[in-house]
T-cell receptor, first 114, second 111 residues
């Protein structure tokens, strides 16, 4: 069966510090991978998605970047965090089928920038 | 530009009654729609989906209806149970299997 691991679960970082959140998927090959953010009181905003190694699409201009160094590894980074980067970050994966696709989410990382 | 909208931020329903959560979309290229349930501090979990070639899909207590001409879908939960209390997100699939989510509706099922 497929599983998704996302860590850490919670993180408190000072403004201006770097960020690295990691996500790995097991039990599937060549998944589509996603990073979403849920800001307080808001919906799920798609930040990045990837259809293959080294292929990253950015949805919104921001202070963050993403990388996919391996097929089942997706990393969210920042060189210098801003207060506005605080939020709940979610990694997800999906494998398209002819009938459609469901995305499966990790448990999320609560990031607080102080 | 919010392509998927859930105009009701919250909904309160009595246990045993029907819960109806609504979602509207603007992009006619969306071809697959999903509903997710989310508890605080957890990732969303998939509930039910519907292809754009159908107008109804049922799974136990959950039924999703799609009205393509109105660009509207709804999730019906009947009977509602206290454990259904959560935030519900609708999502739509577009190009490259990218999922666009709505802003969510918080459902509270009361005793």
């Amino acid at each position: 069966s497929q599983t998704i691991h996302q860590w850490p679960a919670t993180l408190v970082q000072p403004v201006g510090s770097p960020l690295s959140l990691e996500c790995t998927v097991e039990g599937t090959s060549n998944p589509n991978l996603y990073w979403y953010r849920q800001a307080a009181g808001r919906g799920l905003q798609l930040l990045f998605y990837s259809v293959g190694i080294g292929q990253i699409s950015s949805e919104v201009p921001q202070n963050l970047s993403a990388s996919r160094p391996q097929d089942r590894q997706f990393i969210l980074s920042s060189k210098k965090l801003l207060l506005s980067d605080s939020g709940f970050y979610l990694c997800a994966w999906s494998v398209p089928t002819p009938l459609g696709t469901e995305a499966f989410f990790g448990q999320g990382t609560r990031l607080t920038v102080v | 530009d919010q392509q998927v909208k859930q105009n009701s931020p919250s909904l309160s329903v009595q246990e045993g009654r029907i819960s109806i959560l609504n979602c509207d979309y603007t992009n006619s290229m969306f071809d697959y729609f999903l509903w997710y349930k989310k508890y605080p501090a957890e990732g969303p979990t998939f509930l039910i989906s519907i292809s754009s070639i159908k107008d109804k899909n049922e799974d136990g207590r959950f039924t999703v209806f799609l009205n393509k001409s109105a660009k509207h879908l709804s999730l019906h939960i009947v009977p509602s149970q206290p454990g259904d209390s959560a935030v519900y997100f609708c999502a739509a699939k577009g190009a490259a299997s990218k999922l666009t989510f709505g802003t969510g509706t918080r459902l509270q099922v009361t005793l």
